[in-house]
């Protein structure tokens, strides 16, 4: 049982270039979410979705698109890198929404130079 | 005031010691509380909920005290495994739903 998997663990980008990071969940949760971990802050959503088919922003959204065509996969798309990109992107599912415990991914670490 | 607070730490003890952190919040109405362990370069781990009685798993003692607004972790006899970083997360459920983290007590466990 894999749990949650994110890929890639490290990526390098230029500013201005664009990626996509991937999120795969094989526990049939429902709910699936993008967060950003920079050194003081905290954890950060960036978009999160309640379902297949469904997205909505959260806390920091600017610059982030997201795409949830399957349940078990939600990915989060960068068009336009910049410098204040660069932190440590967790994706997390849960069973519930908000009372129930958040399983996460290993985390991608993304520098944008 | 930051919707969720905690010591940055980092909190230093001998193994075999009792550690306790105290995390605050801000929104009276939040409802659902947890503890989560975070080792070094890794993802956050759910390490226990924490009920309105209190409750304990082991060596951990989660306690919520809705009065004065804060939750608490108590860990005893700490082993040198439990060096980590520990975030407290809040949650409020209602027309703006809400899951807050705090940004995380270092603990740091030596011989």
């Known amino acids: 049982n894999a749990g949650v998997t994110q890929t890639p663990k490290f990526r390098v980008l230029k500013t201005g270039q664009s990626m996509t990071l991937l999120c795969a969940q094989d526990m049939n949760h429902e709910y699936m979410y993008w967060y950003r971990q920079d050194p003081g802050m905290g954890l950060r959503l960036i978009h999160y979705s309640v379902g297949e088919g469904t997205t909505a922003k959260g806390e920091v959204p600017d610059g982030y698109n997201v795409s949830r065509l399957k349940k078990q996969n939600f990915l989060l798309g960068l068009e336009s890198a910049a410098p204040s990109q660069t932190s440590v992107y967790f994706c997390?599912?849960?069973?519930?929404?908000?009372?129930?415990?958040?399983?996460f991914g290993n985390g991608t670490r993304l520098t944008v130079t | 005031r930051k919707e969720v607070e905690q010591d940055p730490g980092p909190f230093n003890v001998p193994e075999g010691a009792t550690v306790a952190f105290n995390c605050t919040y801000s929104?009276?109405?939040?409802?659902?509380f947890f503890w989560y362990r975070q080792d070094c370069r890794k993802e956050p781990k759910l390490l226990m909920s924490v009920y309105s009685s209190g409750n304990e798993d082991g060596r951990f003692t989660a306690q919520l005290n809705r009065a004065s607004q804060y939750i608490s972790l108590l860990i005893r006899d700490s082993k040198l495994s439990d060096s980590a970083t520990y975030l407290c997360v809040v949650t409020f459920t209602g027309t703006a739903s809400k899951l807050t983290f705090g940004t995380g007590t270092r603990l740091q466990v030596t011989l």
């Open positions: 997390a599912s849960s069973q519930g929404a908000y009372n129930s415990p958040l399983h």
């Open positions: 929104n009276s109405a939040s409802q659902s």
